[in-house]
């Protein structure tokens, strides 16, 4: 198939732009094949999810388009990197790993690109507009951008968001377009009773669900509270995004895109309509534990994707609620953010309830790319969807999936603790 | 007894090997190592397999962005698989083997076939896959025993 290109997408083909314009174009080309898209067309935002792997040739890559000149030409922000560019000396890295992550951020900031450094780019800084035509990497910040704010972008995969970000272009293709967006598949949620309609477990153990179910069409959640908050719907996505392919879901009545069904599917009817219920997703809550209740804990991990300002709110109720009893001796509790919700925490009232209570706060990276927990760990314990899917095959640990609370009151006994739980079933 | 399916390249290349074949979609990142070709997530029905040289045959990739840039670095490290093939357009694995092309001139073919075909492949089939897209399948030994 032949794609239409307009005179100045040939131009970066030929070179006229630069080597790394070139670079760009050719790859841009080759993937609209794949996408089997007409034509390319502009876009006015990406996000870099290339910066978060370490790996020879990604710094290959990034310092190639350097050496042939490459400049963004769009408003471009930076996933997390693989090191806490601030803390990483005292967090026993080699100066070998930091060197290379170094020079991944060092070639990312060269190009242009701002250095947020968040796998959560829809809290902070250029956070994209009700149906802007953007370009983002990070599973969770594209189903966040296509389906919260409404913003378009396809899941796009390392090094085409830089390609994309170079040159302004993406093929025209897929969720860009308004006709790909409607709703396929209708989740009715039925009889859940209301006080856990706002339970942040919830959402993750709906996204993971979800994601399962549906893998990579789009799918209409009927029965969330209109009032669900942004974190809610990010740990949503994420977990959808992780246990599937979702790159858009729409929320009836919660998400800009589905006022009504009509709305959500275009006027079209369902492919099929599934009713969940408890019973579901008791059962995916309990697929996203591999350890069991009452097992050791080596590390916490909360912060994924990373923590917003009211997350660290919530954290510190959650600190204070159990009336001072401290930390499990040797327990490590990593709480994972940007600098830009670091910097309001710094400016909040209740900071020194976390660093009191032992919390470890992380910036800028992840800890299933960076070396923050030890290699000797073996269990840790998240409230993370995203984090407790892909933790046992990237750490080689086992892992507890529980609400913050429970993962602060496990934080004291040192063990995973659920509790009295309505997810363990009857 | 050979036979020959016709599959759609969205990468074009040459390749062959013995199928690793899984009914179930993968994120490479978090689910496949490059440093070992070994299937790492935990939860996948083919965790701990080796895909490296193989023709790895799966329905579709899922889950993470960076799933591109572990198929590139498996490429450059040579643990990557010989070929995919899928039963869905995965533009992210596409893309890793595109991109890899570009950087490093290694083609990791990467080829769409119809569900009917993807289905008649089974595991330890060897597979002889050309740059258009034809796949000559010889069956595993003892298959049609």
Redesign the interface.
């Known amino acids: 198939m032949s794609i239409s290109l307009t005179v100045k997408d040939r131009r970066k083909l030929s070179g006229q732009y630069g080597g790394a314009a070139r ?1 760009a174009m ?2 841009l080309i ?2 609209a ?4 898209a007409p034509e390319l067309m502009d876009v006015t935002q990406a996000h870099i ?2 910066c ?2 370490m ?4 710094l ?2 990034a310092e ?1 388009l350097v050496a042939r000149g490459a400049r963004v030409s769009v408003p471009t922000t930076l996933n997390m990197i693989p090191l806490d560019l601030q803390n990483w000396r005292r967090q026993r890295i080699s100066s070998e790993f930091a060197n290379k992550a170094n020079r991944i951020a060092s070639a990312y900031t060269e190009m242009g690109c701002v250095p947020t450094w968040t796998c959560a780019p829809y809290q902070g800084y250029l956070t994209p507009r009700f149906g802007q035509q953007i370009a983002w ?3 969770n910040a ?1 189903v966040y951008a296509n389906s919260v704010l409404g913003a378009r972008t ?8 830089i390609c994309a970000a170079i040159t302004g272009r993406v093929p025209k293709s897929g969720l860009h377009l308004k006709r790909n967006r409607k709703g396929q598949i209708l989740l009715r949620l039925a009889d859940i009773a209301p006080q856990l309609l706002r339970d942040d477990t919830l959402y993750v153990a709906l996204g993971h669900f979800m ?1 399962g179910l549906v ?2 069409k789009v799918p209409v959640i009927e029965g969330l509270p209109v009032d669900a908050t942004g974190d809610q719907l990010k740990a949503l996505g994420a977990a959808a ?5 979702v790159a858009l879901f729409h929320a009836l009545g919660v998400t800009p895109e589905a006022n009504t069904l009509k709305e959500a599917f275009q006027g079209n009817t369902p492919e099929s309509v599934i009713d969940v219920g408890l019973s579901d997703l008791r059962r995916a809550w309990s ?1 996203l534990s ?1 350890a069991d209740e009452g097992v050791k804990l080596d590390a916490i991990v909360l912060g994924c994707p990373h923590f917003s300002y009211a997350e660290f709110q919530q954290l510190a109720q959650a600190i204070e609620a159990e009336g001072g009893r401290s930390l499990h001796p040797g327990l490590r509790i990593i709480v994972l953010t940007s600098q830009t919700s670091y910097a309001l925490l710094q400016r909040g009232n209740f900071m020194n309830t976390l660093l009191d209570f032992g919390i470890e706060i992380v910036l800028d990276t992840c800890v ?1 790319h960076s070396p923050i927990i030890s290699s000797d760990a073996e269990v840790m314990m998240t409230n993370s969807g995203k984090c407790a ?2 933790a ?3 750490l080689g640990v086992q892992v507890a999936f529980g609400s913050m609370r429970d993962c602060v009151r496990s934080a004291i006994e040192g063990a995973v603790c659920w509790g009295r739980t309505v997810w363990k079933g009857p | 007894m050979e036979r020959t399916l016709i599959g759609k390249p969205l990468v074009a290349g040459s390749a062959e090997g013995r199928a690793v074949v899984s009914t179930q979609p993968l994120s490479f990142w978090g689910g496949l190592s490059p440093r070992t070709g070994e299937v790492i997530d935990r939860r996948h029905e083919r965790s701990g397999a080796i895909v490296t040289g193989k023709i790895f045959v799966f329905p579709r990739g899922k889950g993470s962005s960076t799933s591109s840039a572990v198929l590139m670095e498996g490429i450059r490290a040579g643990t990557a698989p010989a070929a995919i093939i899928t039963a869905r357009v995965d533009s992210i694995l596409a893309l890793g083997a595109i991109v890899a092309d570009e950087l490093y001139h290694k083609t990791v073919p990467v080829v769409v076939l119809s569900q009917e075909d993807f289905d008649s492949i089974s595991e330890g089939d060897y597979l002889v896959i050309e740059p258009d897209g034809r796949i000559k399948v010889r069956p595993a030994e003892g298959k049609w025993a």
């Open positions: 670079l050719s790859i080759r993937m094949e794949v996408y089997g999810d290339g978060a792997l790996c020879d040739s990604g290959e890559f190639t990497g990070e599973s594209i396809n899941r796009y995969g390392d090094y085409m968001d994601g893998q990579e995004a992780s246990s599937g392919a697929e591999t299933l899917y892909y046992p095959g990237e």
